[in-house]
């Protein structure tokens, strides 16, 4: 298909067919699903009501299951969190 040696690196085939890698399509999809349904997610500024720089992050609730910090809804909240405040309000 894009008559590239066997030992090429994957990253820049992907890169130049436009493709996202299968731990970035996992992200991407993690973070599509936090976006559609942000109705089931509470802020930080709902759990509390001291203005703090992380007040308009999603709320992540304490565990220590591993199960469920491995979970969509959790994982999918710590990433969100984690991007630029202009990229959350796009």
Known sequence: MTKSNKRDACRLLF????????????IFLLLLFVVTNKNLFSLNSQIHSIYTRHSENLHLPQTGLTMVQKGVAYSGCKIYNHLPVHIKNA
């Open 15 to 26: 890169k130049k067919l436009g493709i996202l890698s299968l731990p970035s399509q996992y």
